[in-house]
């Protein structure tokens, strides 16, 4: 085989396995071998050969109950750079304090390569739908401006999908306003996401510094205004700044008593 050859074959199979570990990185179940096969349009010897690759790895493992799910090394990471195992439990006292101080609903999310995941949320005493578990458009929340301005996700590429009135459609607005959240050090949104909906977001970070999730606080456009929503900014800076605190300290002890 030439040489060139042999390269183009190694990165396509380089690509094929990072679509499967993608999968199971975003699945929020077990997924099968069939329903890899499904997703990712592979041939079912190959996506068995990556999965045992995978699997070699540590980066799959089996279900007792059948199919596969993350393996032992991402687990290990993800817990390592949070310093626990569930980050929605440990945030959820600092959402609860946010909604207490707010009145409005507080959600904390993580980016994944499909979007901003929302992780928890607790509801203001006029709850407007929960968003928990869905994959939302990065470019038309608080959350995925954070993200993408701090560098914990990717800027997207090709056409932005319009979702609301004021959606970000353009990549070069896009970026502007990126450039804008770094100087400011949280994000908003105003009918972007969807109708009569507007959002402001701030960074929580792991113990090595980097940008692990986000917290932030939505309302109804008809209880908000745009002086109102830059002062709830000001207390989601606060949260996301005390769990980040919070998430450093119990990494600390957490090294101490190993």
Same mark, same amino acid.
């Given at each position: 085989m030439a040489p060139m050859a042999s390269l183009e074959q190694g990165a396509?199979?380089?690509?094929? /396995?990072?679509?499967? @570990?993608? $999968? %199971?990185? +975003?699945?929020?179940?077990?997924? &099968?071998?069939?329903?890899?096969?499904?997703?990712?349009?592979?041939?079912?010897s190959t996506a068995a050969r990556l999965l045992r690759a995978l699997e070699r790895n540590?980066?799959?493992?089996?279900?007792?109950g059948g199919g596969f799910r993350p393996g032992p090394v991402l687990v290990d990471y993800a817990r390592r750079d949070t310093a626990i195992g569930d980050?929605?439990?440990? /945030?959820?006292?600092? @959402?609860? $304090? %946010?909604? +207490?101080?707010?009145?409005?609903? &507080?959600?904390?999310?993580?980016?994944t390569p499909a979007g901003v995941a929302r992780l928890a949320q607790i509801?203001?005493?006029?709850?407007?739908?929960?968003?928990?578990?869905?994959?939302?458009?990065?470019?038309?929340?608080?959350?995925?401006?954070v993200f993408m301005a701090?560098?914990?996700?990717?800027?997207?590429f090709g056409r932005l999908q319009r979702l609301g009135p004021n959606t970000i459609t353009s990549l070069p607005d896009l970026l502007a306003e990126l450039e804008q959240v770094r100087r400011d050090g949280?994000?908003?949104?105003?009918?972007?996401?969807?109708?009569?909906?507007?959002?402001?977001?701030?960074?929580v970070r792991g113990g090595r510094g980097t940008v692990i999730a986000a917290i932030s606080v939505s309302a109804p456009t008809v209880?908000?205004?745009?002086?109102?929503?830059?002062?709830?900014?000001?207390?989601?800076?606060?949260?996301?700044?005390?769990?980040?605190?919070?998430?450093?300290?119990?990494k600390q002890e957490g090294n101490e008593a190993a």
């Open positions: 396509q199979s380089i690509d094929r /396995a990072a679509r499967i @570990l993608v $999968r %199971l990185v +975003e699945s929020d179940h077990v997924i &099968t071998l069939n329903g890899l096969m499904e997703e990712t349009q592979l041939p079912k540590g980066l799959a493992q089996r279900h007792p980050l929605a439990t440990l /945030a959820l006292p600092f @959402l609860e $304090r %946010l909604e +207490e101080l707010t009145g409005e609903t &507080t959600n904390i999310a993580i980016p509801d203001s005493p006029h709850p407007g739908g929960n968003w928990v578990g869905r994959r939302i458009p990065s470019h038309a929340s608080s959350m995925g401006k701090f560098g914990a996700a990717q800027p997207p949280y994000a908003t949104t105003w009918e972007e996401l969807d109708d009569g909906l507007c959002s402001t977001a701030a960074p209880r908000m205004t745009r002086k109102r929503l830059a002062e709830l900014s000001e207390y989601v800076v606060e949260a996301a700044n005390a769990l980040t605190l919070y998430i450093g300290n119990h």
